[in-house]
């Protein structure tokens, strides 16, 4: 006999469902193209799965955050290093941003996307998940290169 605790557990999990519909759309589609990808072996497969699938579950993880309460912290997503660059971009990328309040979660992964190509103008909504992918795969990139320049020896 199935008692309310477990048929709220069963609908729990089922409201899951879509974050797991859209985890594999980010997965195949979204950027990453991990079907596209012309590795033979078997175990090449699987770490470029592995990878994909965690950095698609982080760009999830920024996705809903930003939706859900934009004015929060960009640290729930990014590291320090990157809200550093992110906060340079964000000041200087059109539509500029005022460089008086803090970064926030929304700016931050705006930001990203605009290394992605997202335009950010008013009509355009926010970005969607092929482009922050687009955008996340520069952003290592440019914190290197934000650490070679302030650190040259």
């Known amino acids: ?3 309310a605790a ?3 557990r ?4 089922y409201s899951y469902r879509w ?3 859209r985890w594999h759309f980010t997965l ?3 950027g990453s193209h991990v079907e596209d990808l012309p590795l033979k072996s078997r175990e090449r497969l699987e770490r470029a799965i592995t990878r994909y699938s965690i950095l698609s579950w982080r760009l999830l993880g920024m996705t809903y955050p930003a939706r859900i309460d934009p004015d929060q ?3 729930v997503a990014v590291s320090p290093a990157e809200i550093a660059v992110l906060e340079r971009l ?3 990328q059109k539509p500029i941003r005022a460089a008086g309040p803090p970064l926030t979660l929304r700016d931050a992964v705006r930001a990203m996307a605009k290394l992605g190509g997202f335009l950010g ?3 355009d909504g926010e970005p969607g998940v092929k482009t922050w992918w687009r955008g996340y795969r520069q952003l290592p990139w440019r914190c290197w290169w934000d650490e070679v320049s302030r650190n040259p020896s």
Do not use: K, L
Not at 10 to 13: A, D, F, L
């Open 19 to 21: 974050r797991i519909a």
């Open 1 to 3: 006999m199935v008692t």
């Open 28 to 30: 195949q589609t979204g």
């Open 90 to 92: 964000a000041t200087t």
């Open 73 to 75: 912290s960009p640290t």
């Open 10 to 13: 069963i609908v729990t999990g």
């Open 121 to 123: 103008r008013n009509r």
């Open 6 to 8: 477990d048929a709220a």
